[in-house]
């Protein structure tokens, strides 16, 4: 098994920064893929930022400019720096990652279990 465990959400002012992380642990080969979703009330998950083990980044356009994902592929952690931060980017936050956890098996998908970001006015 493998578990995603996301920390540093929490509540801050219109135009501060937070920094997300997520650790992944358990039975891993690989992980080709890590990235950030979130879940606003009332509306479906979406995808904010995935970095691929090839270094391949892709944004969100609610994201791009202020949000920055980085990995340590030693630590199998990933991150999420959120600068600028704006009322609309309240939302649970999720780290999801692509997970091979034998050579003889496919890759499979993990979610952490979310953590709650408030952006105040």
């Known amino acids: 098994q493998v578990q995603l465990v996301e920390s540093g959400g929490g509540l801050v002012q219109a135009g501060r920064s937070l920094r997300l992380s997520c650790a992944a642990s358990?039975?891993?080969?690989?992980?080709?893929?890590m990235g950030w979703y979130r879940q606003a009330p009332g509306k479906q998950r979406e995808s904010v930022a995935i970095?691929?083990?090839?270094?391949?980044?892709s944004y969100a356009d609610s994201a791009k400019g202020r949000f920055t994902i980085s990995r340590d592929n030693a630590q199998n952690t990933v991150y999420l720096q959120m600068n600028s931060l704006k009322p609309e980017d309240t939302a649970v936050y999720y780290c999801?990652?692509?997970?091979?956890?034998?050579?003889?098996?496919?890759?499979?998908?993990?979610w952490g279990q979310g953590t709650q970001v408030t952006v105040s006015e």
């Open positions: 970095e691929t083990s090839a270094g391949s980044i």
């Open positions: 999801n990652a692509g997970v091979r956890s034998s050579w003889f098996e496919s890759s499979r998908d993990y």
């Open positions: 358990g039975r891993i080969v690989s992980i080709n893929r």
